[in-house]
């Protein structure tokens, strides 16, 4: 199996049993190894007080990016640090893309950057986010 396609299948195998992810409305444009794209849009469930998105949402979708792009490698990976910039204010209706991608990858520790826009191409959100890479592999008997 290529690298690519491994990348393919492990995302999937995360997607299915990720149920936040699904509640979000995350949609799955592109993986390829250390690369997700992800895209969503802003339902008035995900306002705050001020009625623009709450920032768990940005956080959120940059989150689900960043654990698809880690681990598609085919390495079981967790996050030990991440942060968030909020850039432009996010508003109902609004369609979210996240870009992963792998800024260093080491044997037990990995650096992405993740930037989000809006459906007009502006950044609304940067993320970056530290993954340590356990040896468990995702298939192991492939």
Known sequence: ???????????????????????????????????????????????????????????????????????????????IETSISHTEQVKEGDILTAIAEEADLGYKIAIYNITITNQDHKKVALFKGTVYRTSKEWFPNK
Not at 28 to 43: A, F, N, P, S
């Open 1 to 79: 199996m290529d690298k690519d396609a491994l990348a393919t299948k492990v995302v999937s195998r995360m997607y299915e049993n990720d149920a936040f992810s699904q509640w979000l409305g995350i949609e799955r444009i592109e993986e390829k190894t250390g690369y997700c794209k992800l895209q969503m849009t802003v339902r008035k469930k995900m306002l705050n007080g001020f009625n623009i998105a709450h920032g768990g949402i940005t956080y959120s979708l940059a989150d689900s990016a960043l654990a698809f792009a880690s681990n598609n490698h085919g390495r079981k990976a967790v996050s």
